[in-house]
């Protein structure tokens, strides 16, 4: 069965430092994985996903995020983080070896970035 | 409308009491998913309809829980006799195919509260 795992609650970063929000996954195929966030009283938003390819996918608001097979992580970066960024974000996966596989959802990582 | 709608956005409801949540899926989009979040938690996954696929209700807490997908678009989520541990956002998402590759747009969910 797969599932995705997000170790940290809570990550706190100083405005214009460097963030990382960690992720990883089981899968039994190869995984397709996606990055949300969720502002506050705001439904989610898609940010970035990895099918295939680079292993550094870029994505929306100046995200970033790598894919390392031999890890299973799909950590989410941003190199200069803005208090704007501030929300709960999700990773998510689904396993290849099924067409029809559902989207599983990890608990979430708030992200507080202080002025 | 251009993204997925939810609708009631809020619902308070007697326990024991029936509630039926909508969801509109954006045009042409051929899977639609139900999750569950309960107070700033992660998504918990109800339900899946891939195409013209048998669902995937794997994620239904209870048979108190059902839902439908009448003709391929709008979807229902049907709670019978309503408990005060149902009380959660519920989530609807869709996506453009079923296959792995595409990620998914959610609505802005349902605030659901059991009193």
């Known amino acids: 069965a797969q599932s995705v795992a997000q170790p940290e609650d809570q990550v706190n970063v100083a405005e214009g430092n460097p963030l990382t929000v960690k992720c990883t996954y089981s899968?039994?195929?190869?995984?397709?994985l996606f990055w949300y966030v969720q502002y506050p009283n705001r439904g989610l938003q898609f940010l970035l996903k990895y099918i295939t390819g680079d292993n550094l996918v870029k994505g929306s608001y100046g995200f970033e995020a790598e894919f390392n097979k031999s890890q299973t992580s799909f950590h989410l970066k941003k190199p200069s983080a803005l208090v704007s960024d501030s929300a709960l974000y999700f990773c998510?996966?689904?396993?290849?070896?099924?067409?029809?596989?559902?989207?599983?959802f990890g608990s979430g990582t708030r992200l507080s970035i202080r002025p | 409308g251009a993204g997925v709608s939810q609708s009631p956005s809020n619902k308070v409801t007697e326990k024991g009491k029936d509630v039926e949540l909508r969801c509109d899926p954006i045009?042409?989009?051929?899977?639609l998913y139900w999750y569950r979040q309960s107070l700033g938690q992660g998504l918990e996954f109800l339900i899946y309809?891939?195409?013209?696929?048998?669902?995937?209700k794997s994620g239904l807490p209870s048979d108190r829980f059902s839902a439908e997908r009448t003709g391929g678009s709008v979807s229902t989520l049907t709670i019978q006799r309503t408990q005060q541990e149902d009380s959660a956002v519920y989530l609807c998402a869709s996506s453009l195919r079923w296959t792995g590759n595409t990620e998914a747009f959610f609505g802005q969910g349902t605030r659901l509260t059991v009193v």
């Open positions: 899968v039994s195929g190869n995984p397709y």
């Open positions: 309809f891939q195409g013209n696929s048998a669902p995937d």
């Open positions: 045009s042409g989009h051929t899977a």
């Open positions: 998510a996966v689904r396993d290849g070896a099924s067409s029809a596989s559902k989207i599983i």
